[in-house]
């Protein structure tokens, strides 16, 4: 669990030695996956990163996807309905 921009997050990340070959259709399988739970609600909101091994082929493309993850991570903002 980590706490960003207020909200209580769970993070389920797969090494990335692990990553599958590229499925057909070129969906990538769970790389990267963050979880919130929304308020006392149930709901929970999830946000996730598929990638495969050819996703390893260009390093700066996959850092910046990880990196636009988590920018999406850091801007949500979870407010009480009025």
Known sequence: MQQ???N??????NDEETLGA?????IGGG??????????TGYTLTIQ???NKKSL???????QMK???RHMVESVKIEALP
């Open 31 to 40: 790389f990267v996956s963050w979880l919130l739970p929304v308020g006392d």
């Open 8 to 13: 209580n997050w769970w993070l389920l990340a």
């Open 4 to 6: 960003i921009g207020g």
């Open 57 to 63: 082929e260009n390093p700066k493309a996959h850092e």
């Open 67 to 69: 990196a636009t993850l």
């Open 49 to 51: 990163l598929g990638a």
């Open 22 to 26: 590229q499925k057909p259709g070129g």
